[in-house]
């Protein structure tokens, strides 16, 4: 009885630390693979991955009428996190097309995050997904302009660039610009088109990425 006492012990001395150490979103992952095993995702379809931005899209499907769309956005989520967890939230699902969009959170993260970092993920995140599926088309969305981190807009037009310059020498690639659509002619961020917390969009900001987007997805 002793030893039984000792090994719950210090079962629950473990259990505290091996929680802080899951890498971020892990409870987020673990929901969408219940999801998928109650209702199979379809197959060849465009695959949606990245943050908030896609997260909080919740009528997606409804937007891209004609296409068969998979969204895996994670809340929060840098580029890190999308290059851990690639196997489930990528390669598990057999995607015809991918669309990224991610690196806002990266920038506002730490003031030691700089646009050349950010380029430096995403090369990561894409060298992964080729090696692994050679072909596949990729579209990623430039960092949008977003009131409540205005002070990050010279970082995100640098690394929009530098991606964009990236993405010309490369096969089967293209760049959504969402972010000149998202500023006013004077040159600053619309207010407009964006929630209270002046950093997620309302409808008509998810409008202005439904037109962007929409002539790079693949047709069946």
């Known amino acids: 009885m002793k030893r039984i006492f000792i090994i719950l012990f210090f079962a629950f001395l473990v259990m505290p630390v091996a929680k802080a150490q899951q890498w971020p979103f892990f409870d987020e992952v673990q929901a969408y693979r219940k999801q998928d095993s109650i209702s199979a995702p379809p197959r060849d379809a465009i695959l949606f991955i990245g943050s908030s931005s896609f997260r909080l899209w919740k009528n997606m499907q409804d937007d891209f009428p004609g296409y068969a769309i998979i969204n895996r956005g994670l809340g929060g989520s840098s580029l ?3 290059i851990h967890y690639a196997d489930e939230m990528i390669f598990a699902y057999k995607p015809k097309q991918i669309i ?3 690196g806002d959170n990266d920038l ?3 003031d030691t995050v ?3 970092t950010v380029v430096k993920r995403f090369s990561e995140l894409f060298e992964l997904i080729r090696n692994r599926m050679s ?3 990729i579209v990623y969305v430039s960092i949008k302009p977003s009131p409540s981190r205005e002070k990050l807009l010279p970082a995100m037009m640098l690394a929009n660039k530098m991606i964009k310059d990236f ?3 490369k096969p089967h690639t293209a760049f ?3 972010f ?3 500023m006013s002619s004077d040159g600053k961020i619309r207010t407009d088109i964006f929630l209270e917390d002046k950093l997620h969009m309302n409808a008509k900001g998810y409008a202005i990425w439904i037109k962007t987007i929409t002539p790079y997805l693949l047709k069946d």
Do not use: G, N
């Open 176 to 178: 959504a610009d969402v």
């Open 80 to 82: 890190p996190d999308i």
């Open 114 to 116: 700089t646009a050349e």
């Open 167 to 169: 993405l010309k020498t």
């Open 180 to 182: 000149s659509e998202m």
């Open 108 to 110: 506002a993260a730490s």
């Open 135 to 137: 072909d596949i088309p």
């Open 100 to 102: 990224i969009y991610c």
